[in-house]
């Protein structure tokens, strides 16, 4: 019997190519965030205020990842940004190889702010690095305050968290102190903003926030 | 949720480090698997059990250890484990610390007969 000694993170290949992005990125002075969060939390309907406060200030392109359909780039679309839709036809997350692949289609020198928005799933798009700068979660009220106890990983590996759907805590059962509590106590470094895509609120200290990224 | 790919993915690692004309020979592959990887290992065996029927390690058997929590607390100076994925220090209570280990998932061995 003979062992060998292998030491390999599983999914090296993965980490190797995000490398190669946040690289590319950094060549092209790209701010680059990788939205993450269940379905529904409003991911898209943030971006669409983002993008509506942010337009004439500074170029920014999407990708969009989804299971089917190439619905969330038709809503992104309307705006006049560049838009790559990926379809993972079932995949859960997006990976780095996807990421890629999907670039070939953007010309970064035009762009300074690059948004990918993941597949809506609190599990699975944790473990994959894309080359980003920050990964943002996205929690809205309506799921409750204890998903960041239920789903700490996601947490864990997220520098922001953005509360969306305030407006409507007067009508849910949501506590948002305790939400915030909650997502401290699996992550003290989290930033955390508080929005409504619906009502506008809070999107302006978003977008001051992604502002002060921009590098070009 | 992934555990399908991350099996691939393992079966890749094997073929890379183990000489072609010892792929019939392999007998264990050892991982290791963070509480807080965000892989079930019962999940990842069985993905691995089927995966490797396709390939030339179909009698290889996946041993899984799993790595606790562990987080560094900068205020007391020790190593505290926390199995809710909590960062909070077990001595102190606070949350000024690092994380150690738990969120890792890496291919440690292999096995040859």
């Known amino acids: 019997m003979s062992i060998i000694t292998i030491e390999r993170k599983v999914l090296e290949k993965n980490d ?38 942010l337009k004439g200030k500074i170029n920014l392109a999407v990708i969009e990842g989804d299971v089917q359909t ?9 705006y006049n940004v560049p838009v790559v839709q990926i379809v993972t036809n ?14 070939d289609s953007i010309n970064l020198s035009d762009i300074s702010f690059l948004v990918i ?12 690095d894309l080359g980003e700068d920050y990964k943002i979660v996205v929690l809205s009220t309506t799921e409750g305050d204890d998903k960041p106890l239920k789903y700490p990983k996601m947490f864990i590996n997220s520098s922001i968290l953005i509360i969306n759907k305030v ?16 997502a401290l106590m699996i992550n003290p470094d989290l930033k955390v903003f508080e929005t409504s895509a619906t009502t506008g609120a809070g999107i302006d200290d978003w977008c001051e926030w992604i502002l002060a990224n921009i590098k070009k | 949720m992934h555990e399908l790919s991350v099996a691939q993915s393992i079966v890749e690692i094997i073929k890379e480090n183990v000489p072609e ?22 999940s990842l065996q069985f993905c691995f059990d089927a995966v490797k029927l396709e390939t030339p390690f179909k009698k290889a058997r996946m041993e899984i250890k799993k790595v606790p929590f562990v987080l560094y607390c900068n205020l007391c100076k020790v190593e505290t484990t926390n199995s809710n994925g909590i960062r909070m ?25």
Do not use: W
């Open chain 1, 90 to 103: 079932g995949g859960c997350h997006l990976d780095a190889k996807l990421v890629k692949d999907a670039l």
């Open chain 2, 21 to 42: 004309q010892d792929y019939g020979k392999v007998n264990v592959v050892l991982l290791e698997v963070g509480e807080f990887s965000g892989i079930i290992a019962d």
């Open chain 1, 70 to 78: 190439d619905l969330d780039a038709k809503r992104v679309e309307k």
């Open chain 2, 89 to 113: 220090c077990d001595k102190c209570g606070g949350f000024d610390n690092s994380i150690v280990s738990g969120t890792e998932m890496r291919v440690t061995e292999v096995e040859l007969d």
């Open chain 1, 167 to 182: 407006d409507l805590l007067p009508y849910v059962n949501c506590n948002i102190k305790e939400l915030r509590d909650n």
């Open chain 1, 16 to 53: 190797e190519l995000a490398a190669q992005l946040r690289n590319e990125f950094k060549k092209n002075k790209l701010f680059v965030i990788n939205i993450v969060s269940s379905p529904g939390s409003g991911k898209t309907s943030i971006l669409e205020k983002t993008i509506e406060k």
């Open chain 1, 117 to 128: 928005e993941n597949v809506g799933n609190l599990v699975c798009p944790a473990g994959y």
